[in-house]
């Protein structure tokens, strides 16, 4: 019986991770657990990390909450490591004091199963899930939006990157089954919905791409349930994708990796574009849809990279507009073809350089909202602990102190009233 036992999930990494460790955390719930967090101070019967291994970075802190957690943990219970750091080093992850079971991303989707065959003392411990996309949609009561799983995998072989060994070749769902999970999100209340994968571009279903799979979910959802994309390569976004994402449903905010703003460094990482390519993509986006929010990823220190490389790359996020960077520390990985280049740049001037960029990135993102003050967008909202966050269609968190009803997962038009440097501030228009 589980009625009386707790778990916790603790999820690192990207939002892919995020959505499989709150499945999880959602069928152990329906299974009758009670979900904790043993970082409160208590000690659950079941402990769950969820890894990222993207760089050695995310390693450190994916063995500290494990150690963490095996201190925690109620005597006699179970913790699992899972996630891309579990699959590319199982090993490693088996040898640390606590840690009962390791279980990579292809079977990660099994976790419930295995979790409640132990505690039915059965022998069936490795029941296997057939498909990376066996996730029940969780369903969040704090959120405003639900994350989708679309695609897994990739197929790309960017030099720095070690996901395509811990996730395997790109794979994607059926669309029908996108479908009947997203009419069921909105049976629930939710009204945006984020689609997700390791790179949701390659999303290939016998021959129907990411184009034809939002085709389908404009036709097939309610007109109320508006689509959020994750991160997107730039050379997905050829016409038949650009003519798509310009329908009103379509959120204006993209995720758009860049890496370096240096064409030589480029090809050392094995990039799929070029600098004038990623610009004309940019350009080409904002045409078809105006007000968009820009994101991307950014590598500092590549080996290789000089002052003129890293100047480029200053120059470029300055001209794209940027509204929001993601900047990392280059570390190699093992299995990675630059893991086999010579690490030249001293790692305090890979700090330096990744503050630079990290100061440019607030100074563009201030910008990019600055802009909007006094306008009016529609938002979906959750619930905070200072009053409730409305996030606008193109990605701007709105926080609204003053509401005399609850405006969990509402979809409403918020005026922004003040954007400063930390905070975006504004209230709810009234129909």
Not at 171 to 183: F, Q
Not at 197 to 202: F, K, Q, R
Not at 362 to 367: F, Y
Not at 402 to 408: C, G, N, S
């Amino acid at each position: 019986m589980t009625g009386n036992r707790t778990a916790s999930v603790i999820n690192h990494g990207c939002k892919l991770n995020q959505y499989e460790g709150e499945s999880i955390e959602y069928s152990l719930e329906k299974t009758g657990f009670r979900i904790v967090d043993f970082r409160d101070d208590v000690s659950p019967d079941v402990v769950i990390v969820n890894t990222c291994t993207v760089t050695n970075r995310s390693d450190r802190k994916s063995r500290n909450t494990i150690l963490r957690a095996a201190r925690a943990l109620a005597d006699k219970g179970l913790l699992v490591v899972t996630g891309c750091y579990a699959q590319t080093n199982p090993d490693e992850l088996k040898e640390l004091q606590g840690v009962g079971l390791v279980v990579g991303t292809r079977e990660k989707a099994s976790i419930p199963g295995i979790v409640a065959s132990h505690f039915r003392d059965s022998t069936d411990m490795h029941e296997k899930s057939k498909s990376p996309f066996d996730y029940p949609v969780p369903d969040t009561p704090h959120r405003s939006r639900v994350f989708m799983k679309v695609q897994d995998g990739c197929d790309m072989h960017c030099a720095y990157c070690k996901v395509p060994l811990a996730r395997g070749r790109s794979t994607s769902s059926e669309p029908e089954g996108i479908i009947r999970a997203l009419n069921t999100v909105h049976e629930r209340g939710y009204r945006e919905v984020v689609l997700t994968g390791v790179n949701i571009g390659s999303y290939d279903w016998h021959g129907r791409g990411l184009a034809d799979l939002l085709t389908l979910i404009l036709q097939e959802t309610p007109d109320t349930l508006r689509v959020r994309l994750s991160s997107i390569e730039p050379v997905s976004f050829n016409e038949s994708f650009l003519k798509v994402i310009a329908h009103c449903r379509i959120m204006p905010h993209f995720h758009v990796p860049l890496q370096s703003g240096s064409d030589r460094i480029l090809k050392r990482m094995n990039r799929p574009c070029g600098i004038a390519e990623y610009l004309s993509i940019i350009e080409r986006i904002r045409r078809v849809k105006p007000h968009s929010h820009f994101a991307t990823d950014l590598i500092v220190g590549f080996p290789g990279e000089n002052e003129e490389d890293f100047s480029q790359t200053l120059r470029v996020v300055e001209s794209a507009q940027f509204a929001s960077l993601h900047v990392f520390r280059f570390s190699p990985r093992d299995g990675t073809a630059a893991a086999l280049l010579r690490d030249e740049l001293p790692h305090i001037q890979k700090t330096e350089r990744s503050r630079e960029l990290i100061d440019l990135g607030m100074q563009l993102n201030h910008r990019f909202r600055k802009q909007f003050e006094g306008t009016v967008r529609d938002a979906v909202f959750e619930r905070q602990s200072r009053g409730f966050c409305g996030i606008t269609d193109n990605y701007i968190r709105v926080m609204v102190r003053e509401a005399d009803v609850d405006l969990t997962r509402a979809l409403l038009p918020v005026r922004i009233l003040c954007a400063d440097v930390d905070e975006t501030t504004g209230m709810v228009v009234q129909p």
